[in-house]
C-alpha cells in the first residue's frame, strides 16, 4: 500500500553531519522524499511532537535534547514505506539494532538515536501535520 511517513533527523544526527548518510540510505532504498526542511523546534514544540510519552521517566530529557539544535524533517512516499523505513533506521536502542541499520551504525545512546519515524499510517498523519502545513505537502 502507499503510503506517507514522516521521518526527522534529530539534532545529534545534524550536529554530527550525517544528513547526507541519512537522505543516501532513503535514496538507495527507493524511497521518495516527497518533502524536506530544517527546523529547530522549541521546548514546548518537543512536547507537542513527543506528547504519547508525556508522564514517562525520559520526557523531560528526550524533549531537551529534540529542541538542542536543529532537525531536518522529511515526509516519505512509498509502497509500505513507514515500516520500510523503520527496518532501516533499526530498534530505538542501537544495541538492540539490526547490524547495518542506521541507528546499529550511528546512535550513541537510547536517546540519541540519530533518527526518527512514524510507527503508524494514524501516528504519521498526526507527525506530518505537525511540522508541514498544506502548502508543502506534494500530492
Ligand atoms: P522510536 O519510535 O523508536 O523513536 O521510540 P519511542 O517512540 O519509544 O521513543 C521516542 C524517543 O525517545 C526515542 O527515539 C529516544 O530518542 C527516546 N527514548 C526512548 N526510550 C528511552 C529511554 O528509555 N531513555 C531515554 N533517555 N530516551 C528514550
Not at 532537525?71 to 539494532?97: C, F, H, P, Q, W
Request: proline share 2%; glycine share 8%; aromatic share 10%.
Amino acid at each position: 500500500m502507499r503510503e506517507k511517513t514522516l521521518s526527522i533527523i534529530k539534532p545529534d544526527g545534524v550536529s554530527r553531519n550525517l544528513i547526507g548518510e541519512v537522505v543516501k540510505r532513503l535514496e538507495s532504498a527507493g524511497i521518495e522524499i516527497a518533502a524536506m526542511k530544517m527546523i529547530w523546534m522549541t521546548k514546548e514544540q518537543a512536547k507537542g511532537f513527543y506528547k504519547v510519552h508525556e508522564g514517562k521517566p525520559f520526557y523531560e530529557s528526550v524533549t531537551d535534547f529534540m529542541s538542542s539544535g536543529p532537525s531536518v524533517v522529511m515526509i516519505l512516499k512509498g509502497d509500505d514505506v513507514i515500516k520500510r523505513y523503520r527496518k532501516i533506521m533499526g530498534a530505538t536502542n542501537y544495541e538492540e539494532a539490526e547490524e547495518g541499520t542506521i541507528r546499529r551504525e550511528f546512535a550513541t545512546d537510547i536517546e540519541k538515536n540519530v533518527v526518527h519515524g512514524s510507527d503508524s499510517v494514524e501516528n504519521a498523519k498526526f507527525e506530518i501535520n505537525y511540522f508541514f502545513n498544506s502548502l508543502e505537502i506534494l500530492k
